[in-house]
């Protein structure tokens, strides 16, 4: 890849219009929220003095903008250079500037003043990343001084947002023993049913959702590990399968120099976390791109099959992915060269049919080893209504998904157009059609998917798609594809306008969340420990059965004593059948709550709220409510509440039931 670089000039301008834009954006916002903060400019010398700092600085930035069309623009230019000279002499210094703008935008925002005060103005906290990125360049320049200043700028912002992502998710590594967020007790509850006899003392049912993820979260029950232990090993091999498509994907590119690579792969690592891709949904894209081969046909065939296996017991929209990522490698590495259509075509189209069948087949294996016997409910998404207004911006996702599938992926889209542009002759027109057209079905496919009740809040969804993509662009910006005319490909040249672009979006997905530390309380969470321990107890000295809607670790974990699993009714679970709007298993929770089967209940508190589409994730609210929690109040009342780790424990109603 050969980039066109900024003049020195032309650097330094955008980056004096780009620090007044984002200051005075940032201003804007200010004087936007402070009402909203409580907050009156007219009375606090605090806030005032900030405005006018920030007025200050955006008011030099716009003058030394307007200098470098002037006589001293020399001096203009010098003196902002100046620190890379001034830091030189004590190179220790530099190094030291460099950790703090490496660590100065996550550690600012793991205050939890920072995090109430400007957590919710974006704005704001782009400035702050944009200054520490500045001062960042600059320790870069004086620990490598031959860096050119549009690539040290371009690392700084690339370690930021790494460090950033990387930290945003080990905070959540703690002994903390409720769960934290909606669906983090699922996620250590499911594993737990592929070692059900060692787990429970019996067998139970497989999961339904998601089977290769909980695979994969399984191995920490195989020893009893402890709570923390499981957090670390869901954070930690996110991070590792997620990160192993990048040097799967390196081995087929050839990029010179040791930085570029750096750089590059950091850019990929946030490209792949920007939707994010699931991390289980990597392992087929790791074992196509490191055992496909052009060559062996034998490698690859067993690439696309045990990748289609792992598929078909992954989710239902990756059924072809497998055949699809080879047959685009094929398309990518063998010309056409005046063969048959057919015959040319044939390999790829054996590798998507067989994939895919591969994958139906595999799924109907595992739905007759699970110890389900209706296998209809492994498809229930597929009844799910479709929210179309969330392809616009929305209260779920402020983008909307077709906006942020765009901004995320435009650049990436022009960037291919100018390769394909400047180099028509390498490309057979039959290749190019049919991978675009694999793109588009995936861009498409991932759109209908998003829409789906239950998703939409982020691009999560579009991973299929993003990591074709990755793969594509990465073929034709680093010349890794086959010319018709034989040969080595040449890669064209980039303005340096459209390498920032791509960087954009996948550096800010991120930045946009806050770092938070969980402080537990030990005695207390202890004692709402021991106080469930003896409403669960109670009720089991009186025959009675114990579900656990929510909080089901604290059984798989046995953090609770004599405990009996009932494995129906997991939220994630009722979750699913209530958005497919499942006649037939709501109608057995709805019985199953009318003769109150269960003595005790152990769910979040239910609050029975019906919400408009102007608040986030309304339509699942509201299913969840109408669906499920009215059966549930209807039949049962609170008991107690411990709002601080939102557990409620429920017990049957007593004489004339009353219902919200």
Same mark, same amino acid.
């Given at each position: 890849?050969?980039?066109?670089?900024?003049?020195?000039?032309?650097?330094?301008?955008?980056?004096?219009?780009?620090?007044?834009?984002? *200051?005075?954006?940032? *201003?804007?916002?200010?004087?936007?929220?402070?009402?909203?903060?409580?907050?009156?400019?007219?009375?606090?010398?605090?806030?005032?003095?900030?405005?006018?700092?920030?007025?200050?600085?955006?008011?030099?930035?716009?003058?030394?903008?307007?200098?470098?069309?002037?006589?001293?623009?020399?001096?203009?230019?010098?003196?902002?250079?100046?620190?890379?000279?001034?830091?030189?002499?004590?190179?220790?210094?530099?190094?030291?500037?460099?950790?703090?703008?490496?660590?100065?935008?996550?550690?600012?925002?793991?205050?939890?003043?920072?995090?109430?005060?400007?957590?919710?103005?974006?704005?704001?906290?782009?400035?702050?990343?944009?200054?520490?990125?500045?001062?960042?360049?600059?320790?870069?320049?004086?620990?490598?001084?031959?860096?050119?200043?549009?690539?040290?700028?371009?690392?700084?912002?690339?370690?930021?947002?790494?460090?950033?992502?990387?930290?945003?998710?080990?905070?959540?590594?703690?002994?903390?023993?409720?769960?934290?967020?909606?669906?983090?007790?699922?996620?250590?509850?499911?594993?737990?049913?592929?070692?059900?006899?060692?787990?429970?003392?019996?067998?139970?049912?497989?999961?339904? =959702?998601?089977?290769?993820?909980?695979?994969?979260?399984?191995?920490?029950?195989?020893?009893?590990?402890?709570?923390?232990?499981?957090?670390?090993?869901?954070?930690?091999?996110?991070?590792?399968?997620?990160?192993?498509?990048?040097?799967?994907?390196?081995?087929?590119?050839?990029?010179?120099?040791?930085?570029?690579?750096?750089?590059?792969?950091?850019?990929?690592?946030?490209?792949?976390?920007?939707?994010?891709?699931?991390?289980?949904?990597?392992?087929?894209?790791?074992?196509?791109?490191?055992?496909?081969?052009?060559?062996?046909?034998?490698?690859?065939?067993?690439?696309?099959?045990?990748?289609?296996?792992?598929?078909?017991?992954?989710?239902?929209?990756?059924?072809?992915?497998?055949?699809?990522?080879?047959?685009? =490698?094929?398309?990518?590495?063998?010309?056409?060269?005046?063969?048959?259509?057919?015959?040319?075509?044939?390999?790829?189209?054996?590798?998507?049919?067989?994939?895919?069948?591969?994958?139906?087949?595999?799924?109907?294996?595992?739905?007759?080893?699970?110890?389900?016997?209706?296998?209809? *409910?492994?498809?229930?998404?597929?009844?799910?209504?479709?929210?179309?207004?969330? =392809?616009?911006?929305?209260?779920?996702?402020?983008?909307?998904?077709?906006?942020?599938?765009? =901004?995320?992926?435009?650049?990436?889209?022009?960037?291919?157009?100018?390769?394909?542009?400047?180099?028509?002759?390498?490309?057979?027109?039959?290749?190019?059609?049919?991978?675009?057209?694999?793109?588009?079905?995936?861009?498409?496919?991932?759109?209908?998917?998003?829409?789906?009740?239950?998703?939409?809040?982020?691009?999560?969804?579009?991973?299929?798609?993003?990591?074709?993509?990755?793969?594509?662009?990465?073929?034709?910006?680093?010349?890794?594809?086959?010319?018709?005319?034989?040969?080595?490909?040449?890669?064209?040249?980039?303005?340096?306008?459209?390498?920032?672009?791509?960087?954009?979006?996948?550096?800010?997905?991120?930045?946009?969340?806050?770092?938070?530390?969980?402080?537990?309380?030990?005695?207390?969470?202890?004692?709402?420990?021991?106080?469930?321990?003896?409403?669960?107890?109670?009720?089991?000295?009186?025959?009675?059965?114990?579900?656990?809607?929510?909080?089901?670790?604290?059984?798989?974990?046995?953090?609770?004593?004599?405990?009996?699993?009932?494995?129906?009714?997991?939220?994630?679970?009722?979750?699913?059948?209530?958005?497919?709007?499942?006649?037939?298993?709501?109608?057995?929770?709805?019985?199953?709550?009318?003769?109150?089967?269960?003595?005790? *209940?152990?769910?979040?508190?239910?609050?029975?709220?019906?919400?408009?589409?102007?608040?986030?994730?309304?339509?699942?609210?509201?299913?969840?409510?109408?669906?499920?929690?009215?059966?549930?109040?209807?039949?049962?009342?609170?008991?107690?509440?411990?709002?601080?780790?939102?557990?409620?424990?429920?017990?049957?109603?007593?004489?004339?039931?009353?219902?919200?």
């Amino acid at each position: 890849m050969n980039i066109i670089w900024p003049s020195r000039v032309t650097f330094w301008r955008t980056l004096f219009a780009c620090t007044a834009a984002l *200051i005075f954006l940032s *201003i804007s916002q200010i004087l936007g929220s402070a009402p909203k903060l409580g907050v009156d400019l007219s009375a606090s010398a605090s806030w005032q003095s900030l405005i006018v700092i920030l007025s200050l600085l955006g008011l030099a930035s716009i003058l030394l903008l307007v200098l470098t069309w002037s006589p001293y623009r020399e001096r203009i230019l010098s003196l902002v250079e100046s620190p890379e000279r001034a830091l030189a002499k004590v190179s220790w210094l530099g190094i030291l500037v460099l950790i703090v703008a490496l660590t100065g935008f996550s550690l600012l925002y793991m205050i939890p003043f920072v995090q109430s005060l400007f957590g919710g103005m974006g704005w704001v906290r782009f400035l702050i990343f944009w200054s520490f990125s500045l001062v960042g360049m600059w320790g870069i320049k004086v620990v490598r001084r031959e860096t050119l200043w549009l690539v040290a700028l371009i690392a700084i912002v690339l370690c930021q947002s790494t460090l950033h992502l990387l930290l945003v998710y080990w905070p959540r590594v703690t002994d903390y023993p409720f769960a934290m967020g909606w669906s983090e007790t699922s996620r250590f509850y499911f594993p737990s049913l592929f070692l059900s006899e060692k787990v429970y003392g019996q067998e139970y049912p497989w999961p339904i =959702l998601h089977p290769t993820l909980h695979l994969l979260l399984a191995p920490p029950y195989l020893f009893e590990a402890p709570l923390w232990f499981h957090r670390f090993w869901q954070v930690a091999i996110r991070y590792v399968l997620v990160g192993a498509v990048v040097p799967a994907l390196m081995t087929r590119l050839s990029i010179q120099g040791r930085v570029t690579r750096w750089l590059v792969g950091l850019w990929m690592f946030l490209f792949l976390f920007m939707g994010p891709v699931y991390f289980h949904l990597t392992i087929p894209v790791i074992l196509l791109l490191l055992g496909f081969s052009r060559e062996n046909d034998r490698r690859t065939w067993i690439a696309v099959i045990l990748a289609s296996i792992w598929c078909g017991w992954s989710r239902l929209n990756w059924y072809p992915m497998p055949g699809m990522i080879a047959a685009v =490698l094929y398309l990518m590495e063998v010309p056409y060269r005046g063969k048959n259509l057919w015959s040319y075509l044939l390999k790829p189209a054996l590798w998507f049919t067989a994939g895919t069948l591969t994958a139906y087949v595999a799924q109907r294996v595992y739905i007759s080893l699970s110890g389900i016997p209706d296998s209809e *409910i492994f498809y229930t998404s597929l009844a799910s209504a479709l929210l179309w207004y969330r =392809l616009l911006p929305n209260a779920s996702y402020f983008l909307g998904i077709l906006p942020g599938a765009l =901004l995320a992926s435009l650049p990436v889209w022009i960037v291919m157009y100018i390769s394909i542009h400047w180099r028509k002759r390498d490309w057979h027109p039959t290749r190019l059609v049919l991978i675009f057209a694999a793109l588009l079905v995936l861009f498409l496919g991932g759109l209908v998917v998003s829409l789906k009740i239950g998703g939409g809040a982020n691009l999560h969804n579009m991973d299929a798609y993003f990591s074709l993509l990755l793969i594509v662009f990465s073929y034709f910006v680093f010349a890794r594809y086959q010319p018709e005319a034989g040969g080595a490909p040449q890669p064209v040249s980039l303005h340096w306008l459209l390498v920032v672009a791509l960087i954009v979006m996948p550096a800010w997905s991120y930045l946009q969340f806050n770092i938070g530390f969980r402080t537990g309380d030990t005695p207390r969470t202890q004692q709402v420990l021991t106080r469930l321990q003896e409403y669960v107890s109670e009720a089991g000295a009186q025959g009675g059965e114990v579900l656990f809607i929510t909080q089901r670790h604290l059984v798989s974990m046995h953090m609770l004593e004599n405990m009996t699993l009932i494995p129906e009714y997991e939220r994630e679970d009722l979750m699913e059948i209530a958005m497919a709007n499942d006649i037939r298993h709501i109608q057995t929770f709805r019985e199953d709550m009318q003769q109150q089967r269960f003595a005790l *209940i152990v769910v979040d508190p239910l609050n029975y709220n019906i919400l408009s589409k102007q608040r986030s994730f309304a339509e699942e609210n509201n299913v969840w409510v109408t669906r499920i929690m009215k059966h549930i109040l209807c039949n049962y009342r609170e008991e107690v509440v411990f709002p601080a780790d939102e557990i409620a424990l429920y017990v049957p109603q007593e004489g004339e039931r009353q219902c919200p």
